[in-house]
């Protein structure tokens, strides 16, 4: 069974840095589209950033242009998420998935053969 752990959550205040990881287990990672998605309570989860598997083409949610930077190293099926300028809206549980892009778009995979992790905790405030 494929699933990912993810790892990097913390608390941290206003404009610091963090690096979520990622590292897949039980299937072909390199085959797949990767993205971060996160979710607060009450709230939708919303898709982060994606980065694809065939061109390494990447999407990001318009909020964290210019600051999240979304990676992959298929050698060790990881993949990674550099999160600066974190603001309190950032606050959420990061999670890792398949997704596949749709256009300029992505979004996680519904089939028996996509993976989630467990999530990770990010925390912004002062």
């Known amino acids: 069974q494929g699933q990912f752990v993810e790892s990097g959550g913390d608390s941290v205040q206003p404009g610091e840095s963090l690096t979520l990881s990622c590292i897949a287990s039980g299937f072909t990672f390199f085959h797949y589209s990767i993205g971060w998605i996160r979710q607060t309570p009450g709230k939708e989860r919303e898709v982060v950033a994606c980065?694809?598997?065939?061109?390494?083409?990447?999407y990001y949610q318009d909020s964290v242009k210019g600051r999240f930077a979304i990676s992959r190293d298929n050698a060790k099926d990881t993949a990674y998420l550099r999160m600066s300028g974190l603001r309190p809206e950032d606050t959420a549980v990061y999670y890792c998935?398949?997704?596949?892009?749709?256009?300029?778009?992505?979004?996680?995979?519904?089939?028996?053969?996509?993976?989630w992790g467990q999530g990770t905790q990010v925390a912004v405030s002062s």
């Open positions: 998935a398949t997704v596949r892009f749709d256009t300029d778009q992505c979004h996680p995979g519904d089939s028996p053969f996509d993976y």
């Open positions: 980065v694809r598997s065939t061109d390494g083409k990447r």
